[in-house]
């Protein structure tokens, strides 16, 4: 079995910061990619930003230059720093892992229970 997760969710104002946090445990034997996505209500669940293995990131043009992501290999835990928060930020923020348990040949997608991010102008 394996299970996320997170924490860090919650009422911030316009131009406030949270960080955001994904704990992976279980029978897991490698993680490979590791990103943060976030669906507001009445949209589309969209990738907010992704990490690869070797650290490689990417984001959603939204966010580029406010948002950071980063892991920590060791703790199987990833982080979302958000600055500059914006109300169009306000979403259920959903982490996603793609990692191989043990004794398992096939890589699989799991994703966090969400958290509530919530920007008031």
């Known amino acids: 079995q394996v299970q996320l997760v997170e924490s860090g969710g919650g009422l911030v104002q316009a131009g406030g910061s949270l960080r955001l946090s994904c704990a992976a445990s279980?029978?897991?034997?490698?993680?490979?990619?590791m990103g943060w996505y976030r669906q507001a209500p009445g949209k589309q669940r969209e990738v907010v930003a992704r990490?690869?293995?070797?650290?490689?990131?990417n984001y959603a043009d939204s966010v580029k230059g406010r948002f950071t992501i980063s892991r920590d290999n060791a703790k199987n835990t990833m982080y979302l720093q958000m600055n500059s928060l914006r109300p169009e930020d306000t979403a259920v923020y959903y982490c996603?892992?793609?990692?191989?348990?043990?004794?398992?040949?096939?890589?699989?997608?799991?994703w966090g229970q969400g958290t509530q991010v919530t920007v008031s102008s």
């Open positions: 996603n892992v793609r990692l191989l348990r043990l004794g398992q040949a096939s890589w699989e997608d799991y």
């Open positions: 279980g029978s897991i034997f490698r993680i490979n990619t």
């Open positions: 990490i690869s293995s070797g650290g490689d990131t």
